[in-house]
């Protein structure tokens, strides 16, 4: 699976939007990038995943560039909840799909 | 979406002692499963895969002789910490892929090991 780096940290205000870039520049071309989120002491959690369009669900929405290089997290109005450790990561589709390098993720704080 | 449960959630042990941990798939047959180790502030690190009625795939430096992982049904993979010593302490977290509707990785909530 192609790596991928994030900032470490980053702070929002609650309400506002949050945007987590993620690059990964040796994506393949069958590689998904997905995002999970940590909070504390507890198993990831999935958030959204994108081939080459945009998505979005009642969580999130994912922005993959046009050369699909680098993607960002939009978490449209964070709330003190959505405080956690978020992880992109690509992978393909197969049964080793589960099989996910976790980088150090970006450990997102939103402040009151 | 699918159901993934971890038991225990917490066990401290002494130090050589062998412990066991549940995962189990509440929704959905898992011929994979996949567990995890967390040591604090770090990232998850996966330690092998497990195969329904075959044997583990362990990762590059995780002792399979340590790490005993046994895959008896569709919905429940068990991982063994044996001799456990307080550098096993850790969090550990499996998981199940579920291709189709979902395409997605289900995470179990974690358990986490003490080793005094």
């Known amino acids: 699976d192609a790596k991928t780096t994030q900032p470490t940290s980053m702070d929002c205000a609650e309400g506002r939007a949050a945007n987590l870039p993620c690059n990964h520049s040796?994506?393949?071309?069958?590689?998904?990038v997905y995002w999970y989120r940590q909070i504390h002491s507890q198993g990831p959690q999935y958030i959204i995943h994108?081939?080459?369009n945009n998505e979005t669900n009642e969580m999130a929405s994912l922005i993959i560039t046009e050369d699909r290089k680098s993607s960002t997290l939009i978490l449209p109005h964070a709330t003190l909840r959505d405080t956690a450790v978020y992880y992109c990561?690509?992978?393909?589709?197969?049964?080793?799909?589960?099989?996910?390098?976790f980088g150090d993720g970006t450990t997102l704080t939103v402040k009151p | 979406g699918a159901v993934v449960s971890q038991h225990p959630s917490w066990v401290i042990c002494k130090s050589g002692t062998s412990v066991k941990i549940e995962c189990r798939s509440l929704?959905?047959?898992?011929?994979?499963m996949f567990w995890y180790r967390q040591f604090p502030k770090q990232s998850l690190m996966l330690m092998a895969t497990s195969n329904e009625g075959s044997k583990a795939t362990y990762e590059q430096g995780v002792e399979k002789d340590k790490f005993l992982i046994n895959h008896a049904s569709l919905t429940l993979s068990t991982l063994t910490v044996t001799s456990a010593h307080p550098e096993d302490s850790s969090f550990y977290i499996c998981?199940?892929?579920?291709?189709?509707?979902?395409?997605?990785?289900?995470f179990g909530p974690g358990t986490r090991l003490t080793v005094l």
């Open positions: 994108g081939l080459k």
């Open positions: 929704d959905f047959q898992a011929t994979t």
């Open positions: 998981s199940v892929w579920v291709a189709g509707f979902y395409n997605e990785q289900f």
């Open positions: 990561i690509v992978s393909t589709l197969n049964t080793n799909a589960g099989k996910s390098t």
């Open positions: 040796t994506i393949s071309g069958n590689e998904y």
